[in-house]
């Protein structure tokens, strides 16, 4: 929630922390910017694709983009991933 009466955009970083190296089975994908209107809050939608089981975590940041002086880090949340087999109905 915005306790100002001004829009912000703020810059979101997605960092994939497990596995440590990069795959192309696994992809966590969302809006590189979002505009939050002042007095307001918005939801940011991630997009989550795993072709193979695993455990995946990944950190996202959101960076104030009109603060040139200081940058940092206003909100950040750690989001852990469990990918396992579908289960198959046979009949």
């Known amino acids: 929630m915005r306790f100002t009466d001004h829009s912000v955009r703020f810059r979101v ?3 994939m922390l497990k596995p440590d190296k990069p795959d192309s089975a696994t992809t966590l ?3 590189d ?3 939050v209107p002042g007095l307001s ?5 991630l997009n989550f694709f795993a072709h193979k089981e ?3 975590s990944a950190k996202v ?8 002086l200081t940058v940092s880090s206003l909100a950040f949340c750690h ?7 579908p289960l198959c109905v046979v009949f």
């Open 61 to 68: 940041r959101n960076i104030d983009m009109w603060s040139f």
């Open 33 to 35: 910017y979002i505009d």
């Open 54 to 56: 695993g455990t995946f």
């Open 13 to 15: 970083i997605i960092e």
């Open 41 to 45: 809050k918005r939801e940011y939608r």
């Open 29 to 31: 994908k969302g809006l």
């Open 79 to 85: 989001l852990r991933f469990i990918k396992s087999l």
